[in-house]
């Protein structure tokens, strides 16, 4: 990953103080960054954020208490201290497959080999409670897939979740576990030696920072993050109500193809994949049927970029941010000095609200030591 600018090191610091803001939320952050621009705007000025988005009393009391630049400026370090790394969806290196779901984490915390969130991958899940016969299939079909290169991304539950892990670090392969909980949260608790093996010899994911403990209602979020990485979902082996659906449902929201494992007509976990099926999920009898369909996503997904413009075409300004605009030139200009010359429209709070909409439409750039120059 390449190195951060100070103003992507501040922005990141923010987040992460930001998230530590009890009953802040996920949901309420996007919408506040959607809304300002910044994670740094609203972390700073967050007592005329709070009051303008109508936050609840007790939520902007919590702010008030936990927020401030030093606490923000330290978070980082000490994430990098405990050996976790933290990237932001606003990145360069963020992932473009799961940057471009409907609802991508605002940022991931991991442990391990980064690289891997980049490569072309696919998300195997299945039942807690498999059959030999489930056991069996996973096994041979992640075998062959590592042997092709296919990077394995799974949840880290028991059953098909630990052995596709399991089955990819032993083939030599790549793998990439999703957690539904803290970075450093290892659950459940007897899954704690491949934890560690995935964490050395793959990489560890999860949207929460450190701490925050398994609850259920955070499992189903997790899934979206499994098919989002991912160019498909394959199925082994779920009962007709299993958590596994709920990602190949994600899967298809986003846009994945999803590939299910048939089994016995009397199986109970041969319910789920059955019904996909008739639903239109990709039927996988051998190796083929998947690496198959990957080629062609593959090449779809190349061609794509080649498709895609050099350069997005600029953005529409606002009157405001033409106002300020012109008061830039080739020049560094301090931020006090901006601030001066458009005392009277407004405070710094949205001078730093409208700078940050400058530099996400790209006509401007931000210098260190609160320097900002036209482009």
Not at 43 to 49: A, I, K, L, Q, S
């Given at each position: 990953m390449t190195k951060r600018t100070d103003r992507e090191r501040e922005e990141l610091g923010w987040y992460c103080a930001l998230l530590g803001?009890?009953?802040?939320?996920?949901?309420?952050?996007?919408?506040?960054?959607?809304?300002?621009?910044?994670?740094?705007?609203?972390?700073?000025?967050?007592?005329?954020?709070?009051a303008e988005s109508a936050l609840p009393a007790?939520?902007?009391?919590?702010?008030?208490?936990?927020?401030?630049?030093?606490?923000?400026?330290?978070?980082?370090?000490?994430?990098?201290?405990?050996?976790?790394?933290?990237?932001?969806c606003w990145e360069a290196g963020f992932p473009p497959l799961l940057q471009a779901i409907p609802d991508p984490p605002l940022a991931l915390f991991y442990k391990g080999d980064w690289g891997?969130?980049?490569?072309?991958?696919?998300?195997?899940?299945?039942?807690?409670?498999?059959?030999?016969?489930?056991?069996?299939?996973?096994?041979?079909?992640?075998?062959?897939?590592?042997?092709?290169?296919?990077?394995?991304?799974?949840?880290?539950?028991?059953?098909?979740?630990?052995?596709?892990?399991?089955?990819?670090?032993?083939?030599?392969?790549?793998?990439?576990?999703?957690?539904g909980c803290g970075i450093d949260v290892v659950y459940p608790p007897m899954h704690r030696s491949l934890f560690q093996e995935v964490e050395r010899e793959g990489l560890l994911l999860s949207e929460h920072p450190p701490g925050v403990a398994p609850i259920?209602?955070?499992?189903?979020?997790?899934?979206?993050?499994?098919?989002?990485?991912?160019?498909?979902?394959l199925v082994v082996e779920a009962a007709e109500r299993s958590g596994?659906?709920?990602?190949?449902?994600?899967?298809?929201?986003?846009?994945?193809?999803?590939?299910?494992?048939?089994?016995?007509?009397?199986?109970?976990?041969?319910?789920?994949?059955?019904?996909?099926?008739?639903?239109?999920?990709?039927?996988?009898t051998g190796i083929a049927d998947v690496l198959d369909e990957l080629s062609m996503l593959l090449a779809r997904d190349e061609g794509r970029r080649e498709?895609?413009?050099?350069?997005?075409?600029?953005?529409?300004?606002?009157?405001?941010?033409?106002?300020?605009?012109?008061?830039?030139?080739?020049e560094p200009v301090h931020v006090d000095e901006l601030h001066e010359r458009l005392a009277e429209r407004g405070t710094p709070f949205h001078l730093y609200r409208t700078l940050l909409k400058l530099e996400s439409k790209q006509v401007i750039a931000s210098l260190p030591g609160g320097y900002y120059v036209r482009r």
């Open positions: 803001v009890p009953g802040l939320g996920r949901k309420k952050l996007r919408e506040l960054y959607h809304a300002y621009g910044s994670f740094a705007v609203v972390g700073r000025e967050w007592r005329h954020v709070a007790a939520v902007i009391t919590r702010g008030n208490a936990c927020l401030g630049e030093e606490r923000a400026a330290a978070l980082l370090g000490q994430l990098q201290q405990a050996g976790i790394g933290v990237i932001g891997l969130a980049g490569r072309p991958g696919i998300g195997v899940v299945g039942s807690r409670r498999p059959t030999s016969y489930g056991r069996a299939a996973c096994t041979q079909l992640v075998k062959q897939l590592c042997e092709a290169g296919v990077v394995i991304v799974s949840g880290l539950a028991y059953g098909i979740d630990a052995d596709a892990h399991r089955t990819a670090l032993r083939a030599g392969g790549a793998t990439i576990g999703v957690l259920p209602g955070l499992f189903p979020e997790r899934n979206r993050i499994i098919s989002g990485l991912a160019l498909g979902v596994s659906l709920v990602t190949a449902d994600c899967a298809l929201e986003q846009g994945r193809e999803v590939f299910a494992v048939p089994g016995p007509i009397f199986s109970e976990v041969s319910a789920g994949p059955h019904n996909l099926i008739k639903q239109g999920a990709k039927l996988v498709r895609s413009p050099a350069a997005p075409r600029q953005m529409p300004l606002e009157e405001e941010e033409q106002q300020l605009l012109s008061q830039l030139t080739h």
